[in-house]
């Protein structure tokens, strides 16, 4: 009968409609879901600070960074520091440090201050925001592009809120590479 082949065409168009849509839907709520996930560790790790080149020593973490800290930046750690972990298992590699800081400001203040760390006996120490790893690899991207731009004789280029930027002789500045783009 025709109507039963209609029937039976419409049935299997609507199921594969469905199965599309279906497909399509998962596709966006994976996106999503991975989106929000990513919000979220930034928002926890807005206030931490990774602190990279400490040797681990039998003394405790916590007063080799409030010597560094106290003694090396010129702050009072027990002001700014809420918690000193380190990340990640013991191996051979020197594992980082993660400060948590009471408050943005304070972590900022703790950024601004680290380039003292130059001329002490702690060069090799370095200190940075605790990025995600969709950031460390936005930051990595960003690493290798300035380096590019600095060897083909580019000079006054800077690293600036996820961007490459130029700045000229007159104060003004101007994009130069921006998330994977040109």
Known sequence: RVEDKVDDCMRKSMDSFH???THSMDDKVKFLQSDVSECIQI?????????HGVIESDREDKDIVYDILGKELKVDPTRYVDEVSRIGQRKEKVRPIRLKVKSFEGKNELLRRAKMLKDTGYEKVFLQPDLTIKQ?????QLRVELKRLRVSGETNVHIKSGKIIKIDEGGQFKIMYQKGRF
């Open 19 to 21: 199965s599309e849509v």
């Open 136 to 140: 460390q690899e936005l930051d990595k």
């Open 43 to 51: 928002e926890r790790r807005k206030n931490n600070i990774v602190i």
